[in-house]
Every structure is written in C-alpha cells, then in structure tokens.
C-alpha cells in the first residue's frame, strides 16, 4: 500500500515508517505543520515529498483572519494538489492538528491514531488528560478518520499499558509510539476484514480531552475550561498529589505554573512533603537546594522548579498565587481563567 503519514513529531514518523515498512507498505509522502521543522528533515533524509499546513502545533483550530489570508489559501492549495498527485492508499495521522477534508479525501483510506480507549478521552490532549484524572491503564486506538474529530469507526486498541505514578506525558508517549505503530500497520493490512471495535465496559460520564473551551461564567467573564485549564497551579482546589500530576502531564511544555508576586514560576516536579498543614496554602514553607517546600490543600508539597525569567526565588514566606492567565501562559489573546 501507498502510504502518506501525518504527524507533527518526528518520534511518531520513525515509528510509523518502521512499522509499516516491515508490513511490506510504502512511504510515499508526509504532511505536517509549519512548526515541526524535524518531520520535514527527516521526510528529506526518507526521499520522500512532505507537506506543511501553515498552522503550529497545539492549534486545534485555524482562525478565521488566517483562513482568508491568501498566503494560508495559496499553502493550503499547494498542500492539496501534492497530496493528489501521490495517489497514496492510505493516509496514517497521529498527533497533528484537525485535518481539512481536502486531506482526508487526498487518499483512498484514512486512519488516526490515538492513545485512549475511544470514545473516552477524545480530544488533543489524551495522555495530558489520563495522567490529570490519575487512570491507572493506557489503551492505544486506530479509528477511521472522519470530519468529526475522534470519531470514526474504532477498529483496533492495544492492550492495557499501565501508567506508573512516575509516568510523565512524554514518557507515556513514547511507551506508547512502537504499540500505535503497530496497531496502524495491523489496520492498514486488515482493511476491508475488521470489524469496528465497541467500546470498552466503565461507570460514570465519558471523560473527554479537549484542550480548552471559552465558557462564560454566572459574572459574565469568559473563561478558558478544558484540559489545558489545568496547567495552572489552583492552591484552594488542588492537593499535593494533583499538583504532581500536573507537572507530570504537561512536562513537555516545562511543567505546571504557578506565580510569585506575579511573576510566573514553572513546577517541574513535585512529591509529598510531611502530611501537616501548617501554613494558609500556597506559602512558601522552606527552600534549599533541593527545592521548595511549599503548603498545599491537604499537606506540604516538595516543588522543584523556577522562575520562567531565570530568576532566583521565591523566599521563605513568599506564597504562590496562580494569577496569570492561561491566554498568556499559553499565548491565547482572547480568554482568561
């Protein structure tokens, strides 16, 4: 089979090339983003044709200033004829940005795949999500790919990964890359005999992986809510163990944030600290060379960690409050939390 993949991560290319080779199947051509310079470099060191959307990772959605643009009409055209002209039998995604149907209709199959259990935890943000709400299994899907996001006929999932209470995102994610891989190799090779898979027994409402939502609360504010919500550090809500998981889940980014007088401090890591609460939460309790030790809502927590301006701090007494907001942590323009 012709093969064009679509990715934004290079580790997922090698993988998926890998895998795929050894099934026989052929790379013809690579579609990515603008912003993912190493998948163009290693599609060129393939000898193969690749192809960048002018949008950047993470962007869930192309704003509309842009889509009128005639420099983003004119790439995306350029992108649509390439992709015709390699007649490809299948288009493999993983980890890239919605598709234009222009690139879903570009092959005669479309496939994506994606680390949940689908339909639970649908969304950007999969693996972020499972090690925030601290689930203890990863499964890998491969799903038909649809105009709707996720949420095509499921027609493979791995077996069980377990996540270890260390698991950060980028160490999840690259556990899983060798079992996507060759599930989206089973599927290419056993397309047409597979039945869709249903979905896996639970209780409870299907959690999702959106990276973020504007909402409008009861003051009238808009509000950013969503996976990437949950970057920020909230001292009143979250225990010492939530904050771990939040630095956990977004390692790839630097960690979780916080701020100290306004300034915006990264939490790279955290533990346990002794199971007292001694100080209102978010006070700066000690500081050493190992980190800081600071309050949290239900015991110390052991940070490690800095200011993102390299600067050195905070000081014994200090207290962190999360003030920033998640447009700027995260350069949105138009919401806050």
């Known amino acids: 089979m012709r093969i064009v ?8 290319l090698q993988h998926l090339v890998h895998a795929l080779h050894q099934r026989g199947h052929e790379l013809v051509g690579v579609l990515t983003m ?11 060191s393939l000898g193969v044709p690749a192809f960048a959307l002018p949008i950047q990772p993470g962007d869930m959605n192309v704003p509309r200033a842009m889509r009128a643009d005639p420099a983003y009409a004119a790439a995306v055209r350029d992108a649509a004829h390439g992709l015709d002209a390699l007649g490809a039998d299948f288009l ?14 570009s092959a005669r199959h479309a496939i994506n ?10 969304g950007g943000f999969p693996l972020e999500a499972q090690i925030l709400d601290g689930s203890r299994m990863l499964h890998v899907s491969v799903h038909e790919t649809i105009p709707r996001i996720d949420a095509g006929d499921v027609l493979a999932r791995s077996a069980p990964l377990k996540i270890k209470r260390s698991d950060t995102m980028t160490g999840l994610l690259h556990r899983s890359l060798p079992v996507g891989a060759a599930l989206a190799a089973h599927v290419v090779d056993g397309w047409g005999r597979l ?7 639970h209780e ?14 009861a003051d009238g504010r808009l509000r950013n809510e969503g996976i990437l919500g949950r970057l920020r550090v909230e001292w009143e809500l979250d225990t010492a163990d939530a904050i771990g998981r939040a630095a956990r889940a977004f390692d790839m980014i630097g960690g979780a944030t916080t701020d100290v007088d306004g300034r915006i401090w990264r939490v790279r890591a955290a533990k346990r600290g002794p199971e007292e ?20 809502l239900d015991r110390q927590v052991a940070l490690q960690g800095g200011f993102m301006d390299g600067s050195e701090g905070p000081a014994v007494g200090a207290c962190f409050r999360s003030t920033s907001p998640i447009s700027k942590l995260l350069m949105f323009p138009d919401a806050e939390r």
């Open 113 to 122: 795949v994606h680390p949940s259990d689908l339909p639970r935890y649908r």
């Open 195 to 201: 039945p869709p898979v249903p979905p896996l027994p």
């Open 5 to 12: 993949v679509a990715t934004g991560y290079d580790p997922i």
């Open 204 to 217: 409870g409402p299907v959690p999702d992986a959106w990276g973020i939502r504007r909402v409008r609360g």
């Open 277 to 296: 609460v001694v100080a209102p939460v978010g006070t700066v309790l000690g500081v050493g060379p190992d980190g800081v030790l600071a309050q949290a």
């Open 92 to 105: 493999v995604g993983w980890a890239i940005n919605v598709l234009p149907r222009f690139v879903l209709e």
């Open 34 to 44: 603008v912003g993912a310079p190493p998948v163009m470099q290693r599609a060129a």
